[in-house]
């Protein structure tokens, strides 16, 4: 250990990122980006962007990007929280709203980002165990906590809670704040921004990382009652004023306003979802349902991680976790049709192959 490092750092066991590889031609099935380029429109913005204008810091407040986001999901730039990429306003969230006496709650199964916030944070927590079917079950998180958190569509299973579930959650647990974290909620699911008016202690975070194709912006937002922004605010104005750039605010702005294309991606990946789930329980895979870009699928026959190898040596990749009860899962990107086909065709021959043997 280095001495110069502080007790803290001792114990921090970051987040490892998948993979980004340097080899363009690899088919990329690891990070849950989105296949599809952003809107023309973004990149006219960024263009509009590039000048002079850029020796000035930008908009502290990223008021445009705010009243952007207010137009979307009809609410006021009072209940709005930009940040750079949602893993950011997650951070101040942990911080801001989640560090009380009792220990937070989340599914064992979930974002492994949040255990590493409450370390680096001293927030404890309990991880609530999925059912066998990999759901969340409302009933096992009532019970004393210092907030509840999980992603809706919840990753790496794509299993979606619905909206009525979800204010069944609320409606038991008005003590403590209660954050979904909705980075996949258009490719399937009903945002619960709706609910933001009726329950105070809900917070909602997406990004404009996935279903806006703008994850090299890093653009991620909260809605949530003024009351609980306020407390985001505060950290961050303790933490960087400037958390979005200039060209981040006007990409961002010119993503929220191009519905025409956000529709047509999002509709395309839906639809390459299907078939591939489709396709993938033809070869014998136990696929999850899925609500988001991704699935979530394993093979009784074949061992995950040697999958994943195989995978890679035919030039594409996707994300295995060596973690209980999913070691034998691979989490699969949904890319364009010809990067699942690909996958498909190199799936076809590994179980296939094996099978004939
Ligand atoms: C991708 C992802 C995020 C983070 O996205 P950003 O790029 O930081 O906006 C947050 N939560 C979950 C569950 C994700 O999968």
Known sequence: MNPYWSPLVQELKPYVPGEQPKLSSLVKLNTNENPYPPSPKVL??????????????????????????????????????????????????????????????FPDITYSFYPVYCGLYGIAYNSIPLTDSFDIRIEDYARPNGGIVFPNPNAPTGRLLLQTDIERLLNGNRDSVVIVDEAYIDFGGESAAALVNRFPNLLVVQTLSKSRSLAGLRIGFAIGDAGLIEALERVKGSFNSYPLDRLAIAGGVAALEDRDHFEWSRQAIMWTRNWVT????????????????????????????????????????????????????????????????????ALNALVAGKAAA
Do not use: W
């Open 278 to 345: 489709q396709a993938l329980a033809d070869l014998g895979f136990e696929v999850l349902p899925s609500a988001a870009n991704f699935v979530f699928a394993r093979h009784p026959a074949h061992d995950a991680g040697e999958l994943a190898a195989a995978l890679r040596e035919r030039h594409i990749i996707v994300r295995h976790f060596r973690l209980p009860r999913i070691e034998q899962f691979l989490r699969i990107t949904i890319g364009t049709e010809e990067d699942c086909q690909a996958l498909l065709d």
């Open 44 to 105: 006219e913005a960024l263009r509009h962007e590039l000048n002079g204008s850029l020796r000035l810091y930008p908009d502290p407040n990223a008021e445009q990007l705010k009243l952007a986001i207010g137009r979307y999901l009809n609410v006021r730039t009072e209940q709005v929280f930009v940040g750079n990429g949602s893993d950011e306003v997650l951070a101040h969230a942990f911080l801001a709203l989640l560090k009380h006496e009792q220990p937070i709650l």
